[in-house]
């Protein structure tokens, strides 16, 4: 994203936002395919009777300068209440009945795919790069380029 000079304190930060907001944000196709593809995949993860509400719900809890970029329109006042509504009493319960830790963390999590825990980021990757990387290890300042 190219951004220098982040701000250090919370109220700097959401003004650097809010300007940075203002100049980028703006309407493209592009924008639209990729939110498109997004509300696709998250329409697959339920029942597919499900599915004409995903959209709605996505442009529902995302803000209006991310809502306009993407070309979705705001839902009406009381769908977004209703969806807000929902997940505030949806966390109740899990908070109490799941067999996870809660809060839910990185590190206090498990995954199948890693039993022996997450590796890192430098291990992973296809298998001809890592041969490269590691034959031709990178100084701190360059940047590895296949």
Known sequence: MNLKEVPATREAL????????AQ??????????????????VEGW??????????PVFAALINDSLRQAFGYKRPAGWF???VEGALWLRKWPLRWLTFKPYPTLIKNSHYRSYPSG??????????PLLRQMKSQPAKPEEHFEP
């Open 80 to 82: 977004s209440a209703l």
């Open 24 to 41: 980028h944000f703006r309407f493209t196709e592009s924008n639209q395919r990729i939110a498109d593809s997004t509300v696709r995949i």
């Open 14 to 21: 959401r003004a650097f936002t809010e300007t940075y907001e």
């Open 118 to 127: 997450i590796p890192a980021i430098e291990a992973l990757g296809p298998d």
């Open 46 to 55: 339920f029942p597919s009777f499900l599915s004409p509400v995903v959209k």
